[in-house]
T-cell receptor
Framework: GAVVSQHPSRVICKSGTSVKIECRSL??????MFWYRQFPKQSLMLMAT?????????EQGVEKDKFLINHASLTLSTLTVTSAHPEDSSFYIC???????????FGSGTRLTVV | GEDVEQSLFLSVREGDSSVINCTYT??????LYWYKQEPGAGLQLLTY?????DMKQDQRLTVLLNKKDKHLSLRIADTQTGDSAIYFC??????????FGKGTRLHILP
């Protein structure tokens, strides 16, 4: 089935630095990828929808200048958390839309800790 | 927009059946999904049901859909310790985005 590879799985960074998270669709082309954030013991909150070759669409309340999304190819989307602060510490998960009936495939997530 | 509600916790004895319930508001979703999330991991698609079906069975999993009441349930037969996880009910909103419930944490008692 469709596989989405997400890296890194864990990252610890200093406050003020930037972190890049990659999401790759391994055996299919993903024209649309979704980025979610999950706080402890909570559901997934959609942050943005990225479409290959165009600007991402951000959900209300998500700072586009802080969470930079690039979807330059049909198999790769990246999320960069810029000038990270401790409140950005969270679990980030990407999802890609595959052209199958069970169409949404999720990455394994990235645990970001900002110290 | 779409809203998906589910209870937050469920405790079940090992070997018993678990039933996780979900209600939703938007009936336009062609498919409804159940995802499983183990600690520190991403989401794993467990099963899905097409919106014109009432029931789907897949080994130990049974999904029931009541479209009139907008109610979806997941039954896990013979619950095992490996079933301990968070289970998310999800539908697809009119803008093609997945909408998740808050997740039900399934705890298995020995």
């Amino acid at each position: 089935g469709a596989v989405v590879s997400q890296h890194p799985s864990r990252v610890i960074c200093k406050s003020g630095t930037s972190v890049k998270i990659e999401c790759r669709s391994l055996d299919f082309q993903a024209t649309t990828m979704f980025w979610y954030r999950q706080f402890p013991k909570q559901s997934l909150m959609l942050m943005a929808t990225s479409n290959e070759g165009s600007k991402a669409t951000y959900e209300q309340g998500v700072e586009k200048d802080k969470f930079l999304i690039n979807h330059a190819s049909l198999t790769l989307s990246t999320l960069t958390v810029t000038s990270a602060h401790p409140e950005d510490s969270s679990f980030y998960i990407c999802s890609a839309r595959a052209r199958t009936v069970d169409g949404y495939t999720f990455g394994s997530g990235t645990r970001l800790t900002v110290v | 927009g779409e809203d998906v509600e589910q209870s937050l916790f469920l405790s079940v004895r090992e070997g018993d059946s678990s039933v996780i319930n979900c209600t939703y508001t938007d009936s336009s979703s062609t498919y409804l999904y159940w995802y499983k999330q183990e600690p520190g991991a991403g989401l794993q698609l467990l099963t899905y049901i097409f919106s014109n079906m009432d029931m789907k069975q897949d080994q130990r999993l049974t999904v029931l859909l009541n479209k009139k009441d907008k109610h979806l349930s997941l039954r896990i037969a013979d619950t095992q310790t490996g079933d301990s996880a968070i289970y998310f009910c999800a539908g697809v909103g009119r803008d093609d985005k997945i909408i998740f419930g808050k997740g039900t944490r399934l705890h298995i008692l020995p």
